[in-house]
């Protein structure tokens, strides 16, 4: 039996009578056309032949024909010598170019088309085989076009680029360089990559006619654009859609520049959304990207184009559907706002992963698939659809996103919008106790997961084939022997068995779990029934996650117990109860979760009312539900004060809550906490970033504070009189802020920094000196503010420190600042601004101190004083045992010096950089080349992240303190902030601050080099 090379070799010298037999034997369907075209491609006899190695190795690929005829047209378009020169001189370009062009006249196209691409491919690029993350590849495509700023010039030339990337990847896909999932993610980081660049040319566009959107409080609007389907789970195709949703936060309108034209921040982005999509989907003489679908946003093909995130979430949680959330489990941010991606992943959680369902989602999904698989056999060839046909790609997708569903709201673990990563995710599901709970066993999951990377290569190979989208295996028997050659089999045969017992085993797992006695689980309920002290009770409430079964036992008896009170209130409890265990299950502290849902029903006291509010309302039950779970600080606001609780049932429409208007310190008092559980509802649900928090914190203590001096200021007036100077004009006064109250960077439970400056000497109408007068008001501000209960003040800062009168004027203050002011001062002051009395005057003091703060260059000296005086603020001695994120070496305060010592250093020359937020600061410290930008954005993420925790502990805990707590509290806390355990969250602590202690450490010593 001859080889395929002396075949070959026959088939090329042999005349033309005797060349057929030989050529048949390879495989060639049709010899009489394949020896037609191996004489036109002949050329003159000094030419460069085909070489029999290439003839041979056509054989091997099942589709010699096609194959061939690929050949002869790159040939005609590289030239016959050099193209087959290079195949006889390299066997592995020879191999790969054989194996690509004929399997897939798709590709064959692309470099008949870019010629030039050729060598690139196969000889230049190494990621034809070595995996090509995300950053990398914008990279490349950055510097492809970085040289080109036209419109219309630069996405053409991202046009070229991204088919060369696509034939990269389709080349892998065709030579088994690369597994599925690698090339799924890649096909998803290029769409990635593509869909961010041409969102950036787009807005820039858009710029330029309309201006920049700016947000309440001048900060930037924000876009997100949102991957679903296969694109959001990073396992695109080669012909899939991509599924997309455009989110937009921030009130406001357009600034243009000149003669622009204002718009609507609404209005702005859906002219964006729309351009985007135009751009994505318009066919230019260098192709098109991709297909878009918008018809899984919310409201479908009939609703707005681009959704703002508060409209986002009340379309979900008062409308959206089991398909929604089954759907939004792949939701992935993939261009716009990292930011506003993470908070519209935290909003969407709750609705995709629900504690409860009020029925289980076997059903529904069931019908979808029986509906699905009724429709394709409808279809022509509709039995051989890999994808939708029983024991497909969609059977495996709906069995781990119903898995999901059902696991993902109590364990978080198995949630993941990747297929492959949710099948091993599911796999070993822990339990609240810490028990083992498979939601798959390790036989089930390797079957899925073997059938899906089958499933999946099949797909790719059939679409790369001819750039269209195929789901059906062929029934023609050389295209399927050829497949099954590509997929690495023998034969045909083996290839199709391989196929049919992958399709039984996963309609096997599918029927069990769909088609099983799907009854409910025993209801809950029974835990009312039993007697407290019931060990079973006990034993079950341990098992959910509470630590003291019997105690719960109780509270739950309890709160039956208060709903009988009205007619219906015990049924409403009863519906209410599997929902409240399971969310409670999942929370940082289920005990006091349950504690603190007693004590605020008790509180509300109308608990049958309460119970069908919370039963009415999905919204309300969820969010009342999560602050009993996760924060102690908003739950006793509600239990101090628990008619709050009707305002939480309108959440879906607020806003910043308005100002306090003048009136007495309880309705002041009563404005602040309504506030309050505002702006911590929006924390907790995840419609606000940690900075948007601060801000309206901040905000909110400028409001109160504004609110107590009105209410200081006019009985003090009526007693003394107003203070005026030796001319007789009122004499002015200015409350200035300082620390994280001066930077708009309050935490809940803040005390505010301040210090108190008056215009002048004098005296009032009634001959009070106007010293005594300003201290008196100063003392009875501080005082006010404590006796509601609204905040602490810490006013160590102003001039001598706490021995000092209270206020002070501002000759005095001036005189203080040049002679015998410390050098600490400088930096704390870099972040002072006026809070309250009057603005000019403010302005005055302000100025003063700005002399002061940047009265000389920052010398080697100087900083290290202040590395010295950072050293004295460490915690000492038995302080050290536990964790300062704050004052401890590598803490929060570190950063803060940092930002500080390199504004004062630079924002002597440099106004710009005169800044009271950290944040800010390291921004525009980087942003402007004083700061290395590594270092600068680690700080910045360290700082978010120890902020995050600082929040983290303020929320939990009565007691403000920046120490991590110990034992249960510990636990407590890692779990609220979602560490996997009290090991890793504690190492993760220690790393950041390590890493920003050496960052720190490095700026001073630099500094004082």
Not at 7 to 32: E, N
Not at 826 to 836: C, P, Y
Request: proline fraction near 4%.
């Amino acid at each position: 039996m001859p080889t395929a090379l002396e075949l070959a070799r026959r088939a090329l010298t042999a005349d033309a009578a005797k060349a057929l037999d030989p050529l048949a034997q390879l495989g060639f369907v049709d010899p009489v056309q394949a020896l037609g075209t191996l004489d036109r491609i002949g050329g003159p006899p000094q030419s460069a032949p085909l070489p029999a190695l290439a003839l041979a190795e056509l054989a091997g690929t099942g589709r010699p024909d096609e194959g061939l005829r690929q050949l002869v047209r790159l040939a005609v378009a590289y030239g016959p010598q050099g193209l087959f020169s290079h195949l006889e001189a390299d066997p592995i370009l020879r191999q790969r170019l054989v194996q690509v062009v004929s399997h897939s006249t798709f590709l064959a196209d692309i470099l008949v088309r870019d010629f030039e691409f050729l060598l690139w491919l196969l000889v230049e690029t190494p990621h034809l085989v070595e995996p090509l993350d995300r950053r990398t590849l914008r990279q490349i495509l950055r510097t492809d076009i970085g040289h080109v700023s036209e419109f219309d010039e630069r996405l053409e030339g991202l046009r070229r680029v991204h088919r060369r990337e696509f034939l990269r990847i389709g080349a892998a896909e065709i030579l088994g360089t690369k597994p599925v999932a690698q090339i799924g993610k890649e096909l998803a980081d290029l769409a990635d990559v593509v869909v961010e660049l041409a969102l950036e040319t787009c807005q820039q566009d858009l710029w330029q006619e309309h201006g920049h959107p700016l947000a309440e409080r001048g900060r930037p609007a924000r876009f997100l654009v949102v991957g679903l389907g296969k694109y959001g789970g990073q396992e695109l195709n080669y012909s899939s859609d991509i599924d997309l949703i455009f989110v937009w936060d921030g009130e406001g309108e357009t600034q243009p520049e000149g003669e622009g034209t204002p718009l609507e921040n609404s209005e702005f982005f859906r002219r964006l959304g729309q351009r985007l999509v135009h751009v994505l989907t318009e066919a230019t003489k260098e192709g098109f990207f991709y297909r878009v679908d918008m018809r899984l946003r919310p409201e479908g093909a009939s609703g707005t184009l681009t959704h703002s995130l508060r409209a986002s979430w009340r379309y979900y949680e008062t409308r959206g559907e089991l398909w929604e959330r089954q759907m939004l489990i792949k939701a992935r941010r993939v261009a716009g706002s990292r930011t506003l991606g993470e908070q519209y992943a935290a909003m969407l959680r709750p609705f995709i992963y629900p504690a409860h369902f009020h029925s289980a989602p076997h059903e529904e999904i069931r019908r979808i698939k029986e509906r699905i698989e009724a429709s394709i056999r409808e279809r022509p060839r509709g039995e051989n659809n890999i994808k939708l046909q029983a024991g497909g790609i969609r059977d495996i997708e709906f069995i781990v996103q119903c898995l999901q569903l059902l696991y993902g709201g109590i364990q978080p673990q198995a949630r993941s919008h990747n297929t492959l990563a949710a099948i091993d995710r599911l796999a070993e599901v822990i339990t609240p106790k810490g028990a083992v709970k498979a939601a798959l066993t390790a036989a089930e999951a390797s079957a899925l997961k073997n059938a899906y990377e089958f499933f999946r290569r099949v797909e790719n190979l059939l679409q790369i084939a001819s750039g269209r989208p195929d789901y059906a295996v062929p029934e023609d028997a050389q295209a399927l022997r050829a497949l099954a050659l590509v997929m690495g089999y023998e034969d045909a045969r083996a290839f199709s068995a391989a196929l049919a017992e992958h399709r039984l085993r996963v309609r096997r797992l599918f029927a069990a779990l769909f088609y099983r006695d799907t009854a409910a689980p025993r209801s809950p309920t029974w835990l009312l029934e039993v007697e407290n002290g019931s060990a079973a009770a006990k034993a079950d409430l341990v098992e959910r996650g509470f630590v003291d079964g019997a105690a719960a036992h109780r509270r739950l008896q309890r709160l039956v117990a208060m709903g009988v009170l009205l007619s219906g209130g015990r049924a409403h409890f009863e519906a209410l109860l599997p929902e409240l265990l399971n969310s409670l299950a999942a929370a940082p502290d289920p005990d006091q979760g349950l504690l603190r849902f007693t004590q605020i029903v008790e509180a509300y006291g109308a608990p049958g009312a309460l119970y069908s509010l919370l039963q009415e309302h999905t919204g309300f039950r969820t969010l009342l539900i999560a602050i009993c779970g996760s924060s102690r600080f908003l739950a006793d606001l509600l239990r101090r004060d628990p008619a709050l609780l009707d305002s939480l049932v309108g959440q879906a429409g607020w806003g910043l809550e308005s100002g306090p208007a003048r009136g007495d310190l309880c309705a002041i008092a009563r404005m602040q906490n309504k506030s309050l559980l505002r702006i911590g509802a929006d924390d907790l649900m995840g419609l606000a970033t940690e900075e948007e928090t601060f801000l309206r914190l901040t905000e909110l203590g400028e409001d109160v504070l504004q609110a107590v001096y009105r209410l200081a200021w006019g009985p003090l007036v009526r007693r003394w009189g107003k203070p005026r100077n030796r001319q007789g004009r009122d004499v002015r006064f200015a409350v200035l802020a300082a620390g994280k109250f001066g930077g708009r960077e309050v935490d809940f439970g803040s005390d505010l920094d301040l210090f108190f400056v008056y215009e002048g000497d004098g005296k009032t109408r009634r001959g009070v000196p106007n010293s005594v007068f300003f201290t008196e008001f100063s003392q009875r501000l501080i005082a006010l503010l404590a006796e509601g209960g609204l905040y602490s003040v810490d006013a160590r800062l102003r001039p001598e420190g706490a021995s000092a009168p209270m206020a002070i004027s501002l000759v005095g203050y001036r005189r203080y600042l040049a002679q015998r002011a410390a050098t600490w001062e400088r930096m704390a002051l870099s972040r002072a601004r006026q809070v309250a009395g009057d603005a000019e005057f403010g302005s005055r003091v302000l100025r003063s101190i700005e002399r002061f703060v940047y009265s000389r260059e920052v010398d080697a000296a100087l900083v290290a004083q202040m590395q010295e005086m950072r050293q004295r603020m460490e915690p000492q001695g038995k302080r050290q045992t536990r964790i300062n994120i704050k004052r401890g070496p590598g803490g929060i305060v570190d950063i803060e010096f940092v930002a500080q010592v390199l504004v004062l250093k630079w924002g002597y020359r440099d106004r710009d950089l005169r800044v009271g937020s950290t944040r800010l600061a390291l921004q525009l410290l980087v942003e402007q080349g004083y700061l290395d930008s590594e270092r600068g954005h680690f700080l910045l993420d360290a700082y978010e992240y120890l902020r995050a925790v600082e929040k983290g502990m303020r929320l939990a805990s009565e007691r403000a303190s920046d120490a991590l707590p110990t034992g249960r509290e510990l636990e407590i806390l890692s779990r609220a902030l979602g560490a996997k355990d009290v090991a890793s969250f504690q190492d993760e602590v220690e790393i950041w601050m390590r890493q920003t202690r050496r960052i720190f450490s490095t700026v001073f010593a630099e500094l004082t080099d």
